[in-house]
């Protein structure tokens, strides 16, 4: 069974850092692209950034290009999202999600964690 | 970039009722790279169909995509009381890929 779970959220203040991690298991997860997908509550959903299974490469929303780092561990199957300078509409949930193939156009999400809040407030 | 426009906003049905959801693209999605996810309060989206009109694993037959170029379509066939939820359409032919704003089908 796949299982994704988003770890690290919480809340800060504008101007200030974050890291997010995604546990994942029940799947090979080298052979996968992997991606952050952000939701205002009560709002849409934004894809922030993909990363291709072995982490050679990436892409990000124009709304987080320069800010945010996606990053992957394959040896401890583990996703992260560095979140630097940190804005108040940054405030979300970000979830983590699988990609159904392996690189960067891989867009279709087909497994999603449960998500953990960010917010961004003084 | 390809701007998704759904309608309508909200959708009021009865279960037992059919259900039609659209998804209108600025521009053509190139080989009907059309996704469509599930999302019920409190939980993630959870993807339905790919490619316009396969359904992902373990998706009832009730749920079924239709449509190509600029103009797609879900179908509902029959409403289950579990199936009221916000539903979003994902285009992955363009870059960057986008969503749609969603549509919220309520009970009637």
């Known amino acids: 069974e796949v299982q994704l779970v988003e770890s690290g959220g919480g809340l800060v203040q504008p101007g200030g850092s974050l890291r997010l991690s995604c546990a994942a298991s029940g799947f090979t997860f080298t052979n996968y692209a992997m991606n952050w997908v952000r939701q205002v509550p009560g709002k849409g959903l934004e894809r922030v950034s993909v990363?291709?299974?072995?982490?050679?490469?990436?892409d990000y929303a124009d709304s987080v290009k320069g800010r945010f780092t996606i990053s992957r561990d394959n040896s401890k199957n583990m996703l992260h999202l560095q979140m630097n300078s940190l804005r108040a509409e940054d405030t979300a949930v970000y979830y983590c999600?699988?990609?159904?193939?392996?690189?960067?156009?891989?867009?279709?999400?087909?497994?999603w964690g449960q998500g953990t809040l960010v917010t961004v407030s003084s | 970039e390809i701007v998704l426009t759904q309608s309508p906003g909200t959708l009021s049905l009865s279960p037992g009722e059919r259900a039609t959801l659209s998804c209108r693209a600025s521009?053509?999605?190139?080989?009907?790279?059309l996704a469509w996810y599930q999302q019920k309060p409190g939980q993630a989206p959870r993807l339905l169909i790919n490619g316009a009109s396969r359904r992902a694993t373990g998706i009832p037959d009730r749920f079924s995509g239709s449509g190509s170029g600029t103009d797609f379509t879900l179908t509902i066939s029959r409403l289950e009381p579990e199936d009221f939820a916000v539903y979003y359409c994902q285009q992955y032919g363009g870059s960057p890929q986008t969503f749609g704003q969603g549509t919220k089908l309520e009970i009637k």
């Open positions: 990363i291709s299974g072995n982490g050679g490469g990436t």
């Open positions: 521009q053509s999605v190139s080989n009907n790279y």
């Open positions: 999600a699988k990609s159904d193939c392996t690189n960067t156009g891989c867009h279709v999400m087909d497994y």
